[in-house]
T-cell receptor, first 112, second 115 residues
Framework: GEDVEQSLFLSVREGDSSVINCTYT??????LYWYKQEPGAGLQLLTY?????DMKQDQRLTVLLNKKDKHLSLRIADTQTGDSAIYFC????????????FGKGTRLSVIA | DAGITQSPRHKVTETGTPVTLRCHQT?????MYWYRQDPGHGLRLIHY???????DKGEVSDGYSVSRSKTEDFLLTLESATSSQTSVYFC??????????????FGSGTRLTVV
C-alpha cells in the first residue's frame, strides 16, 4: 500500500518548538494519531485528532490537520531533553475498519 | 506496559529453525496485532486478530503464521526463520480497531536475530 510519509530526523535546541510533519494517504481516514517511542520501549499513544477537526491542543502538544493536503503536524512547545524519542504518525484507513498504518517515524534529538 | 507482555524479550536463532513469539494480555481486549519494526521501514503490520480463532493478514505476512486460541494469547510463528526476519517484533492490543480513545497499547518488544 501507499506509505505514510514522515521526515526521518529532526534536531532542535532545548526550549525551542519542534514541528514534526506527516503526510497520510487515505482521504477517508477518520482518525489520525501520534505515538512516541522512547529507546528500548514500545510505542505510547500521545494524542489523536478526528478528521472533522483542524486543530487539537493538549498542554505542550498542538496537532494541526489539513485534510485538503492530507497533512498532519505535531508541534511540541518548549521542547525538553525528555522529548527525545521517535515519533510516529498513524492513520486509520477504510473509515476506521482496518488496523492503523504507521509512518516510518521521525527521530527527534533535543540538544541541551 | 502493564496489561501486555511479550516473551521472550530477546532471542537468537539459526536460519531454518521454527520460532514462536508470545503476546499475553490481561485487558480482555478484542483486537491483537503483530508488527515488526525495521530501520527505514518503520512499523509494518504482520497479522492481526479480531477475536478467538479470527485472524487476518497484514502488509508483510509472508513467512509468518499466527494463532489465537484464547482471548489473552496471540502467538506469532516463523515457520522457518530467515535472516530477513531479523527485526524487533511488537505486539499491540486495542478495544476497537480504530476510533476515539481507542489507542493501541504496545508491548515492550522482542528483539529477534536470525543467524
Amino acid at each position: 500500500g501507499e506509505d505514510v510519509e514522515q521526515s526521518l530526523f529532526l534536531s532542535v535546541r532545548e526550549g525551542d518548538s519542534s514541528v514534526i510533519n506527516c503526510t497520510y494517504t487515505d482521504s477517508s481516514s477518520t482518525y489520525l494519531y501520534w505515538y512516541k517511542q522512547e529507546p528500548g520501549a514500545g510505542l505510547q499513544l500521545l494524542t489523536y485528532i478526528f478528521s472533522n477537526m483542524d486543530m487539537k491542543q493538549d498542554q505542550r502538544l498542538t496537532v494541526l490537520l489539513n485534510k485538503k493536503d492530507k497533512h498532519l503536524s505535531l508541534r511540541i512547545a518548549d521542547t525538553q531533553t525528555g522529548d527525545s524519542a521517535i515519533y510516529f504518525c498513524a492513520e486509520s484507513r477504510n473509515s476506521g475498519n482496518t488496523p492503523l498504518v504507521f509512518g516510518k517515524g521521525t527521530r527527534l534529538s533535543v540538544i541541551a | 506496559d502493564a496489561g501486555i507482555t511479550q516473551s521472550p524479550r530477546h532471542k537468537v536463532t539459526e536460519t531454518g529453525t521454527p520460532v514462536t513469539l508470545r503476546c499475553h494480555q490481561t485487558e480482555n481486549h478484542r483486537y491483537m496485532y503483530w508488527y515488526r519494526q525495521d530501520p527505514g521501514h518503520g512499523l509494518r503490520l504482520i497479522h492481526y486478530s479480531y477475536g478467538v480463532k479470527d485472524t487476518d493478514k497484514g502488509e508483510v505476512s509472508d513467512g509468518y503464521s499466527v494463532s489465537r486460541s484464547k482471548t489473552e494469547d496471540f502467538l506469532l510463528t516463523l515457520e522457518s526463520a530467515t535472516s530477513s526476519q531479523t527485526s524487533v517484533y511488537f505486539c499491540a492490543i486495542s478495544e476497537q480497531v480504530a476510533g476515539p480513545n481507542y489507542g493501541y497499547t504496545f508491548g515492550s518488544g522482542t528483539r529477534l536475530t536470525v543467524v
